[in-house]
């Protein structure tokens, strides 16, 4: 009996590939200098807010009144642009992943916006989604006017991935995240053809990063030299642990988007939501506002600093903070405050058990909570690898992640459809 075998991909030729370097490298470079602007802008904004400001007030700058009045100001503020510029900053984005189909153009001024004031505001959310869902609508217009002979999906994956590349500071996470989207996705070609495009663009953002600003994931842990069975056991228990605390923010997340959805306009929802920030901010203190990438670089630098019960409050209330901003309407992503809480509960882990190393357990904390958060297998994998700097624990993390995605795996995402059910 005969049996059909499906053909071997097409190898492209050089000669087909050749022409895409120009494109890739120029959205590469614009996709890190539209990500460093906005950050740089939210930076300036956030000094001007949160020190140079309640200074001239006389105020705490820190304090928990004004950590309620900014919170509630910045839900005033992105409400207002959420309810009346164009396109209404784009979807509501606890509906959204990263990427997606390309926005109007009208729509990425109010988006980056927004994003720029949750930012500089202390909103619990990092730059992430915007950033990328702007980089596609840009180079989607831009491209198919340019080149419209070129398919317009080519050119969201050149954008994408130049935006993780230049988020991460290396090509690495863009192509582990495209290598998990194009698996089953039909397409002439090896997969290295279907990624030679996204990797140019993804080095040329990256590059780009590297050379005006510092790198993001560098966290400063303690290197691991010598893994023993002690360290995969540690890993294995508290990725495990990790995945499940993160997935409780899963099964709230449909709920309370629901709740402040039957609050309707924007800017009753907004308001309400940062003030409920603020509160929140109050209780955990300054370590649990804005993104969460330097706080974290705080907690891992003063190892041993924090009790057990600081390091429990600070991993609940960026939670709660990171899903009640994203169900009000805040747009940003949940990549950077989710590292924040996996590096919280990791170095509670280990104040409750000292001899775990503290790059197994944050690192494997940190896989924990994003395999729980994003389902991104390969994103969480390489976050955790690069916050520990440390090649030993690729191996330790890869078999952490087996057990963690079990638990996470089926269960429902903090994401949802656009009828407010949480997808699985």
């Not at 939501?273 to 509160?279: A, C, I, Q, R, Y």
Request: hydrophobic share 55%; glycine share 12%.
């Amino acid at each position: 009996m005969a049996t059909d075998h499906a053909p071997p991909p097409v190898e492209a030729p050089a000669r087909l590939l050749l022409p895409q370097i120009l494109p890739a490298l120029l959205v590469g470079v614009g996709a890190s200098l539209l990500f460093l602007g906005i950050s740089a802008l939210a930076e300036k904004f956030q000094h001007v807010l949160w020190n140079d400001l309640p200074d001239a007030l006389g105020i705490g700058n820190h304090s928990a009144l004004w950590t309620i009045i900014m919170l509630t100001a910045t839900g005033i503020a992105v409400g207002l642009v959420v309810w009346k510029a164009p396109g209404h900053a784009g979807p509501d984005p606890a509906s959204e992943g990263l990427g997606g189909a390309p926005l109007a153009p009208g729509v990425v001024p109010g988006l980056l916006l927004a994003s720029t004031l949750a930012l500089a505001g202390g909103v619990s959310l990092g730059p992430e989604n915007p950033i990328i869902a702007a980089n596609i609508a840009l180079a989607y217009w831009l491209g198919r006017r340019a080149a419209p002979s070129v398919p317009g999906a080519a050119w969201v994956a050149l954008a994408s991935a130049a935006t993780v590349g230049a988020l991460f500071g290396t090509p690495v996470a863009a192509a582990l995240l495209l290598s998990e989207a194009l698996v089953g996705r039909p397409g002439r070609g090896s997969l290295w053809d279907r990624l030679f495009a996204p990797l140019v663009a993804a080095g040329a953002g990256a590059m780009t990063t590297e050379l005006l600003a510092e790198p993001s994931f560098d966290v400063g842990l303690p290197p691991l030299t010598d893994p023993g069975f002690g360290d995969l056991l540690a890993a294995l228990v508290i990725a495990s642990a990790a995945a499940l605390f993160g997935l409780v923010s899963c099964f709230l997340f449909p709920h309370l988007h629901a709740a402040f959805r039957r609050l309707r306009h924007p800017m009753v929802m907004l308001p309400l939501g940062g003030l409920v920030l603020g509160l929140l901010g109050a209780l955990g203190g300054k370590e649990t506002l804005f993104k969460g990438l330097e706080q974290t670089k705080e907690l891992t630098a003063s190892i041993g600093a924090w009790s057990s019960g600081e390091l429990a409050k600070f991993a609940v209330v960026k939670l709660l903070a990171l899903l009640v901003a994203a169900s009000c309407g805040f747009r940003g992503g949940r990549i950077f405050p989710a590292v924040f809480i996996g590096a919280s509960f990791g170095l509670l882990a280990q104040a409750l058990v000292p001899e775990v190393h503290p790059a197994v357990a944050v690192s494997s904390a940190v896989l924990g909570v994003l395999l729980a958060t994003t389902r991104q297998g390969w994103i969480s994998l390489f976050t955790g690898a690069a916050l520990a700097a440390s090649p030993a624990m690729l191996a330790l993390l890869c078999l952490a992640s087996l057990p963690a995605w079990l638990i996470v795996t089926g269960r429902p995402q903090l994401e949802l459809d656009h009828e407010g059910k949480a997808l699985r």
